[in-house]
């Protein structure tokens, strides 16, 4: 049987149809944006049914950016969702669409997704965490998606790392949002171009205003000023890991998001940040690598998420089944 994944992201909703084997038969896309802030359940149920076309589906899961209660089906705070807030949208959705209906913290699908069937997938624990705008994490132990009591567990990126950090968008000091998310990377970025205006970033910065992709642009040109931004930057969500590593002794973090397209640039002293902080023998054995899914790990962890009627995951409970 399979199962339909849907991204509610702030820019687009895009639903999937995913076989058990994570081959996508069947994809839609509506931009968010030009759906009228009244029309977005029906936009979403919309979506599931154009999508659904025929195929065999046994239930539905919505990954939804913001703070969820996944027992409850609900969505407790989502920025620029705000109409889908605390409405029980396993009923609301059910009845548009007729099928069974679950949501999911937009990170922790996209955890699923990279355990399934991506970097995750020959393991049975594994941290997964995206650096975007924001950053986000999922948590897999023993084969399992760490929720927490509420289902709002794995918020890996605000975990403060510095308490005398910048303030991050939850509000606090030096979380490592604040330190190593896209967005950090930027406003690093214009600090150390004002401290040195004769780097080819601190040129730039001069011009007009310096994105993520610049910076790894420029690093891999060679340029001082945006070596020492990326190298901060995995100093930092390498403090972040180590504590991850210690915790959860994971086999394979797994590090997605638009920053990690900086590689290496970040990976690298990430890596060695874990070494000199984590404890053997858990530091020894993880991998820290690239998520190898993109941005389809969203459709295809939220696929794998769907419950049937019975409550049962429509894609089986877990690769390894014991
Ligand atoms: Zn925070």
Redesign the pocket.
């Known amino acids: 049987m399979n199962a339909i994944g849907v991204d509610v992201g702030g820019t687009k909703i895009a639903a999937a149809v995913v076989s058990s084997e994570g081959e996508i038969l069947n994809e839609v896309r509506y931009p968010t944006q030009a759906v009228p802030p009244n029309r977005l359940v029906e936009t979403i149920a919309r979506a599931v049914t154009e999508v659904k076309d025929g195929y065999a589906v046994g239930g539905v899961c919505l990954a939804v950016p913001g703070l969820i209660l996944a027992a409850e089906n609900k969505v407790v705070f989502s920025p620029n969702l705000h109409e889908i807030e605390d409405i029980r949208l396993d009923e609301e959705m059910g009845r548009r669409t007729g099928l069974s209906v679950t949501v999911e913290n937009d990170a922790n699908a996209a955890a699923w997704g990279e355990f399934r069937f991506g970097a995750g997938k020959d393991v049975d624990h594994l941290v997964f965490i995206t650096l975007g705008t924001g950053v986000g994490g999922g948590v897999i132990t023993h084969g399992v998606l760490l929720r927490g009591s509420q289902g709002s567990g794995g918020e890996l990126?605000?975990v403060?790392i510095d308490p005398a950090g910048p303030r991050?968008?939850?509000?606090?000091h030096g979380?490592?949002?604040?330190l190593a998310s896209g967005t950090a990377i930027e406003r690093r970025a214009r600090e150390v171009a004002s401290e040195l205006p004769n780097s080819a970033l601190g040129r730039l910065a001069i011009q007009r205003r310096v994105l993520g992709e610049d910076v790894t642009r420029l690093a891999q040109e060679g340029d001082e000023a945006a070596l020492q931004v990326l190298q901060e930057t995995g100093m930092w969500l390498g403090i972040g890991l180590a504590g991850f590593v210690n915790v959860f002794n994971p086999e394979v973090i797994a590090v997605g998001g638009g920053a990690s397209r900086a590689g290496e640039f970040v990976l690298g002293p990430a890596r060695k940040e874990v070494q000199l902080r984590a404890r053997s023998p858990s530091r020894d054995l993880v991998q820290i690598q690239e998520a190898s899914l993109g941005p389809e790990s969203g459709v295809l962890g939220a696929a794998a998420l769907a419950r049937g009627e019975d409550g049962e995951y429509v894609l089986g409970p877990s690769k390894r089944v014991t």
């Not at 979380?175 to 604040?178: I, T």
């Open positions: 990126g605000h403060t991050c968008g939850c509000g606090n979380c490592l949002e604040a």
